[in-house]
């Protein structure tokens, strides 16, 4: 059984950076990733890093200002978020897939954490 538990959200400013973490109990060599869902919108992916961290995928929207990033020694997975934009506002949650990765596909992944919101006036 694995379980995770996302923290560092917050509100913010236009422009501003934040660092998500998520706290994995467990196993953590699989891949993993990161998904926000808006307010009356689908959960889209954000990021997704393998389980040796040599590989990883972005959405467009995010990439050049998010990066994802995981410490198996310390068994916590990451997202670092600069120039943050209102729309990036949404609840984030990180996900682990029970294989090598990196996986871009909601439905491909195992577990989910509770998330965590991120605001971001403007």
């Known amino acids: 059984q694995v379980q995770l538990v996302e923290s560092g959200g917050g509100l913010v400013q236009a422009g501003d950076s934040l660092r998500l973490s998520c706290a994995v109990s467990?196993?953590?060599?699989?891949?993993m990733g990161w998904f926000r869902q808006a307010p009356g919108k689908e959960r889209e992916f954000v990021a997704a890093?393998?389980?040796?961290?040599?590989?990883?995928n972005y959405a467009d929207s995010v990439k050049g200002r998010f990066t994802i990033s995981r410490d198996n020694a310390k068994m916590t997975l990451y997202l670092q978020m600069n120039s943050l934009k209102p729309e990036d506002t949404a609840v984030y949650y990180c996900?682990?897939?029970?294989?090598?990765?990196?996986?871009?596909?909601?439905?491909?992944?195992?577990?989910w954490g509770q998330g965590t919101q991120v605001t971001v006036s403007s």
């Open positions: 467990g196993r953590t060599w699989y891949a």
């Open positions: 890093i393998s389980s040796s961290g040599g590989s990883t």
């Open positions: 996900a682990v897939d029970l294989s090598l990765g990196p996986t871009i596909a909601r439905y491909d992944y195992d577990y």
